[in-house]
């Protein structure tokens, strides 16, 4: 959870005015030092993060599922070498959502689903 602007602001105004330390401001209200300094040096919320995803690449994973769209998250990451999480995050990152199409389960097989073609 990120701390509100205006109470990062408000910290921020106590110790460049002298008025507390960085130590007593840490104490005070109650957060660690290295987030006021980091707030100290830019003051700024961060909205996106910047860094690329690291262990699942995007177009991996788009042309996995592409290839295998019936695909549980289990077989994914077996095949790219991954945790089911990671799948799961990864898949949520580019707007991926689970199936809803019964017809397309491996699980339940169409007369199982009341589905008819």
């Keep these: 959870m990120t701390y509100s602007a205006d109470f990062r602001a408000q910290v921020i105004k106590s110790v460049k005015n002298k008025d507390m330390s960085i130590r007593e401001a840490c104490t005070f209200?109650?957060?660690s030092k290295t987030a006021l300094q980091r707030w100290l040096k830019n003051p700024n919320?961060?909205?996106t993060r910047k860094k690329p995803p690291s262990k699942i690449p995007n177009d991996a994973l788009l042309k996995d599922v592409e290839q295998y769209p019936d695909d549980y998250m289990y077989e994914r990451a077996q095949r790219l070498n991954c945790s089911k999480s990671g799948?799961?995050?990864a898949l949520k990152r580019l707007g991926i959502s689970q199936k809803k199409d019964l017809r397309t389960s491996k699980s339940m097989s169409n007369q199982k689903s009341g589905i008819s073609e």
């Design 29 to 31: 209200y109650n957060i």
């Design 45 to 47: 919320i961060k909205q």
């Design 87 to 89: 799948i799961e995050i």
